[in-house]
């Protein structure tokens, strides 16, 4: 059973930092794009950062661009948004989810972790 669980979401100021983290189980995700993606109250959902499993090359959105980083570490087969000069426009719920494409389709899909950024 493939499983991807985010943690480390939560409470910070504005101008703060946070570290998310998905955990990935069930499969090898070899040839997978890891995704973060978030939704806002009363927005849709957006995405947010991508990364190759087995790659270098990382994607961004232009709101994240310069204050979010996407890492992943093989030997704890999780993936990580280390996050930044935080604001409260980035305060949602952060998913993290796998795909054979960087911001589409996604094949996987964790349960989200909630940020809340306050001014």
């Known amino acids: 059973q493939v499983q991807l669980v985010e943690s480390g979401g939560g409470l910070v100021q504005a101008g703060g930092s946070l570290r998310l983290s998905c955990a990935a189980s069930g499969r090898t995700f070899y040839g997978y794009f890891m995704n973060w993606f978030r939704q806002a109250p009363g927005k849709e959902r957006e995405f947010v950062a991508a990364k190759g499993w087995s790659g270098s090359s990382t994607y961004y959105s232009d709101s994240v661009k310069g204050r979010f980083t996407i890492s992943r570490d093989y030997a704890k087969n999780t993936v990580y948004l280390q996050m930044n000069s935080l604001k409260p426009e980035d305060t949602a719920v952060y998913y993290c989810?796998?795909?054979?494409?960087?911001?589409?389709?996604?094949?996987?899909w964790g349960k989200g972790t909630l940020v809340t950024v306050s001014s």
């Open positions: 989810a796998a795909g054979l494409v960087v911001h589409g389709n996604m094949t996987y």
